[in-house]
C-alpha cells in the first residue's frame, strides 16, 4: 500500500474493477467449489491484518519518521519545477530528453518534461532526472543537456536556497558556475557567485515541488545509513510489538500479513542505501504468532528494482525496472528461497506471497508467470504445507493468471486487492458503494474461484471510500459488507492495515471505536 487519499501514489489504480477470463462456468447461486488441489487447513480462511508501515516503510502510515531529515521535501523521487523569474521562463527537457535543457514560456510548456526527478546524494546535492529518465548534464563549454544515462560527477548539482525563502533557489553546477536563462532561453552554467537574490537575476528560480515519495529508500538515504539506521531500529521495536499481536489474537483474527522488502535478505549488511535489522524484526514476529497461535502470511512488498514505481515498493524515483532482465528476477527468486528457508520449520508459517502489486505493463504477464514459476519452486524446496500467493497485476486483468494455473499447483493461491476510493467512486452515494461491492467485486470473486484451480485472496481492503460525512452506522455497513462478500474468498482476507495515523485505515482503531467487529464472523 501506498500515500493516503493523494494522486501522487498508486491510489488511482487499486479501486477498478478488473475483469474476469473464467475457465469454467459458475452460477450466480452456487456455492463456492470444493478445491480439489488443496486440503482443508484449520487457518482457512484467513481473516488477517496486514503489518504495513512497520518493516517496508511507507510515510503516509507515520509521517513522524521522517521529521528529522534536512530538506525532507528534497527527497530521492521528488519532482521539482524550476521558472526562471527573469526570463518569466520554465526549466525543460527539450523533447523530454536526450537534447538540451532549455527554457520555454507557460504557452510552451509540456509539463512531464519540465518536471526534474531527484536523486538525493546529500541533504543540499543531488542528480536531475528528465522524463526520459537520462540525466541533466554541464559539459565543458558550459552547455546543459539532458543526455546521461548515469550520474556521475558531471551531472551532480548543488541547490541553494534562499534563506528567507526556501522555495526561492540557484542551481551550482559541477564546474562551481550556476545556471542561469539567457535572453534566447538557452541555458547555461556560466553565472557567477554574486546575487541580490532579485527577481531581475537570470540564476534566480522559484522551485515548485510538484510530488514526493516517502518511502524506505527516501527514509534511508534521505537520513544518511548512519543516521537512518537508530531511526529504524527504534521503529521496529515500537510501532508493532508483541502487545498487538495479543490484540489481533483476541479480536477474532487468526493471521498478519507482514510486508518485507528485497533487501532483508542480505541482513545484516543489505546494500547501500538500506538498513540491517528488519530481519531480527520478523524473527520476533513468528515467536509471537506462535504464542498467540496466529498464522503468519510473508509478503515480498518491494522486488529489486521495483514491480510497479510506488514508494511501497522501495523506488528510489517512481520508475519500475523489476522484471526488465532475468538478473532482478533471479534475484528475487533468491530473497524467497531465503525467507522459505529461514521460516519454514515455524508452525506459524501460512503462505509466502511471491510479490505485492506487480504493474501492467511494465511488468509483463510473460515475465510475471516466469518469476512466480520460479518463485513457486524456490518455495516447495522448503515447505510442501505452506500456501504459495501470486498477487494479480495492477492495471491488469483478475483471471489472466487462471491460465497459468489452470492445470493446478498444489497450495497456489491468486491475491486480488479491492478498494472502493479511486476516482471510479468519487461521486458514488454510500449504497452505490455498497452495491458496487455486493455485485461487481464479488461476480470478479466468483470468477476467481474454479474447482481445481487456485485459492482466491482478496490481499488487501480497508473501510475506507470517497462518501463525505459518512455516519458511524454507514461505515459499520461498509466493513461489515466488505467482509462477508471477500469472506467468500477460499483463502480468505486481509486487511489494510492494523496501525495508521489515518483512523479509518487502522484496523486496531477501527477495532477499538466500534466499527469493526470480528468475533460473530
Known sequence: MTSAHTSR????????????????????????????????????????????????????ILPSLFDGIINEDLMDGSSLQFRSLARNANLTAARGGGAAVVAVPDSQLNASYGTFKVWRI????????????????????????????APGAA???????????KNRVRIRAPNGRFLQVKRDYSVVADHGESTSWSEDDPSVFAMTNVGDMHGEFQICNGYGTAKAAPVLRNHWNTFIVEEDFKFIASNGLNAVRIPVGWWIASDPNPPAPFVGGSLDALDKAFKWAEKYKLWVIIDLHAAPGSQNGYEHSASRDGSQEWGTNDTSIAQTVQVIDFLASRYAASPSL???GLMNEPMAPGV????????????????RRHTTKAYVVMSTRLAGDSGELLSFFGGGLPGAVIDVHYYVFNNTFTNMTARQNIDFIENNYAADLRGLTTRNGPLSFVGEWVAVWNVQNATKAEYQRLAQVQMEVYGRATFGWAYWTLKNVNNYWSMEWMIKNGYISLKRH
Open 364 to 379: 509483463t504477464l510473460d515475465s510475471l508467470v516466469k518469476y512466480y514459476k520460479a518463485g513457486y519452486a524456490a518455495a
Open 155 to 165: 551531472e551532480t548539482f548543488k541547490i541553494v536556497r534562499n534563506a528567507g525563502d
Open 122 to 149: 546529500d541533504e543540499t546535492t543531488f542528480n536531475f532526472r528528465v522524463f526520459n529518465r537520462q540525466f541533466v548534464s554541464v559539459g565543458g563549454d558550459g552547455s546543459v543537456v539532458a543526455t546521461a544515462a
Open 9 to 60: 501514489s498508486r491510489l488511482f489504480f487499486l479501486g477498478r474493477l478488473w475483469f474476469v477470463v473464467a475457465l469454467c462456468s459458475l452460477t450466480h447461486g452456487e456455492s463456492t467449489p470444493a478445491l480439489q488441489n488443496h486440503p482443508s487447513h484449520p487457518g482457512l480462511p484467513v481473516r488477517a491484518v496486514s503489518l504495513g508501515g512497520w518493516l517496508v516503510i511507507e510515510g503516509w
Open 350 to 352: 501460512l503462505a509466502m
